[in-house]
């Protein structure tokens, strides 16, 4: 591993090390590992991914927060999650984009480009908020999507510093930075939404430091090179002549898109994607609709917001692991029975208690499924189709999110709570997690059969 503009591999120093270390949360084995300065680097550029993680996230659920129950001020009702619709489609249309600009452009003009975007938005969304102006909300919010699928890249640029081993720790670990911006996220909206002479204003100016603070967290981070070298010097073993060796070649092994997309792997991937994120994003930005229309206040309305984002990062301490000991299908799959479980609770009735335990719930099984079905994408590709990939599943997710997020407010408004909850989303996910249980049965059959044969 070496430093910044240079290649960070640590898989190759994997390879030639045949010792085998203690296991990794052992005393001993954190204890090996921390004696190589290569595994101390790769630590601490996932802690400044992490950082990243929870300062976008914080930005990403102040608006959860603050914009849809601003909007409703300044527009109706069932207009209240346009904002973050817009800021969501902009935010599916970068993220097909972004693996491709880094493959192209490296890691940081993308991801800086993402934060000016934030910052942009947030300085935008201060000044609809000082004269109530519902369009430019709109606006502000559409840029803030610049920042959201660069966050969510977070998790896979970790996988660039870490070892095949240590891939879903990896990605738990940048997740498991969002217990933060639990805290710097709905907290912070609620003690600072008055702050400045216009309401909602001060949230927005919290938005704007933190997508400040990830443009210069950027600048820290050491980032691999992308190569952009289309030949390489190779000298054969027959003569002294260097050959030059077409690295287009390569692309004979790369599969299309269409082939990738084909594979189980990638489509059960895709599937724990979609429905956690769109399952989750629709109660949870309809939740301080209701909410507020039966009667509570702003500040309950966020402090649900908190609980919810605990129970959506807190587990990542463990998701990895779990990962690694049964298997990212039946992990997912739990997190789709958790995430099913947390929707039925909502049919209890309006106490406030049922909104916090359901979104706490719902939270955790989010985490299971998201951090299961990332880990599990990593088995789709081979390195050389990884951009390609990430483009496609970046989008699908961020696809699901923008439906939900455009059609909570809608169907919260028309067909009601219980039914949006009781109703829909039960079916939704009961059926996908069926899906789910049917493959992983297949899998587990099938590995069991292998094995046997193998005995």
């Known amino acids: ?45 996932i802690f400044l991914l992490s950082w990243s993680w929870s300062l976008g996230e914080g930005a990403f659920f102040i ?12 527009a109706n009702w069932y207009l209240a999650t346009i904002p973050i619709g817009c800021m969501l489609l902009i ?7 972004l693996p491709r600009t880094i493959a192209r452009f490296g890691y940081r003009p993308p991801l800086y480009f993402g934060a000016l975007m934030g910052m942009t938005g947030a300085g935008l969304c201060i000044v609809a908020t000082w004269f109530k102006w519902y369009w430019l909300l709109v606006i502000g919010a559409a840029f803030l999507g610049g920042q959201v699928p660069c966050t969510l890249y977070y998790r896979l640029i970790a996988l660039q510093f870490s070892t095949q081993e240590f891939a879903s720790k990896a990605i738990a670990m940048v997740v498991a930075g969002g217990c933060l911006s639990s805290l710097i996220g709905p907290e912070i909206a609620k003690h600072t939404v008055n702050a400045l002479p216009r309401m909602y204003s001060g949230a927005y100016l919290t938005t704007l430091c933190e997508c400040t603070l990830l443009l210069f967290t950027m600048t820290i981070i050491q980032f691999p090179e992308q190569k952009k070298n289309d030949y390489k010097l190779v000298l054969t073993s027959t003569d002294d002549n260097v050959k030059m060796i077409d690295k287009k070649n390569k692309n004979q092994n790369i ?13 059960i991937a895709s599937l724990g994607g979609f429905v956690s994120w769109s399952a989750m994003a629709i109660q949870m930005s ?49 997190g789709f ?26 939270g955790i099984g989010w985490n299971f499924g998201y951090v299961g079905a990332s ?31 455009f059609s ?12 949006l909850t009781g109703k829909l989303m039960s079916i939704y996910l009961g059926v996908a997690s069926f899906i789910l249980a049917i493959d992983t049965i297949f899998v587990f059959c099938t590995k069991y059969i292998s094995n046997q044969r193998n005995k």
């Open 1 to 45: 591993m070496k430093k910044d503009d240079e290649v960070i591999d640590i898989g190759e120093q994997d390879n030639c090390n045949t010792i085998e270390l203690p296991p990794f949360w052992s005393v001993d084995g954190i204890r090996a590992r921390w004696a190589d300065p290569s595994f101390r680097r790769m630590l601490w550029n």
């Open 63 to 74: 608006q959860i927060s603050t914009t849809t129950i601003a909007a409703t001020n300044f």
């Open 91 to 97: 935010s599916t249309i970068w993220s097909v984009f």
């Open 255 to 267: 599969r299309s898109i269409f082939v990738i997309a084909r594979q189980r792997t990638f489509l």
């Open 286 to 334: 309809a939740t301080p609709l209701t909410m507020t229309k039966i009667g509570y206040t702003f500040s309950h309305a966020t402090t649900a917001i908190e609980y919810h984002l605990l129970g959506m990062f807190v587990p990542s301490f463990f998701t990895g692991t779990l990962c690694n000991w049964f298997g990212n299908r039946l992990v997912m799959l739990i």
């Open 337 to 362: 029975l958790t995430q099913l479980t947390g929707t039925l609770l909502f049919q209890r009735g309006f106490e406030l208690h049922h909104f916090y335990v359901s979104l706490i719930i719902i």
């Open 375 to 405: 880990s599990l994408l990593t088995q789709s590709h081979s390195a050389e189709e990884e951009t390609r990939t990430h483009s496609l599943y970046e989008a699908l997710v961020m696809f699901g999110i923008s439906i939900s997020f």
């Open 408 to 419: 909570s407010a809608f169907l919260e408004h028309f067909i009601g709570w219980m039914n």
